[in-house]
């Protein structure tokens, strides 16, 4: 049912008909909501614990570090990481060629080595907002 495709993402097949079928069942999405939210935040923890720390000179350590978070909406869950103040995010997690800067892709790792963990969660997330819908 899940299955890894392009750009390091994992998409669950028949997702789109489970929201369809809950929508039309008066069902709220809310579950699919929750689901995803609950997933990102495993790896999110993950990638709080994994995320590269700073040492050189003049630099605040630990900001990179504080701006992962993670969110979730009926379609997907989501880690983010920068922000104004860290706006170097992206190129320290997938590298700056002409910057001499090397990927090191800590969120996706992260997601990755807790895979096992958040997708059997999710997927029992899924069934028990399917046995909602045939309860009704």
């Known amino acids: 049912m899940a299955r890894r495709s392009s750009g390091g993402r994992v998409e ?28 990102a935040k495993t790896v999110e923890k993950q990638a709080v614990a994994t995320a590269p720390v700073s040492k050189r000179k003049g630099h605040v350590p630990g900001r990179l570090k504080a701006s992962v978070r993670s969110s979730g909406t009926t379609r997907a869950g989501i880690i983010r990481a920068g922000k104004k103040v860290v706006p170097y995010a992206n190129p320290i997690h997938w590298g700056w060629k002409a910057r001499g800067i090397k990927a090191r892709p800590w969120v996706s790792i992260a997601a990755q080595t807790t895979e096992e963990i958040w997708v059997t969660n999710y997927m029992a997330e899924l069934r028990a907002a399917v046995a909602k819908v045939k309860g009704k």
């Open 12 to 39: 669950i097949e028949g997702a789109r008909m489970l929201r369809a079928s809950l929508k039309a069942a008066g069902h709220g999405l809310e579950d699919l909501k929750i689901a995803n939210r609950n997933a």
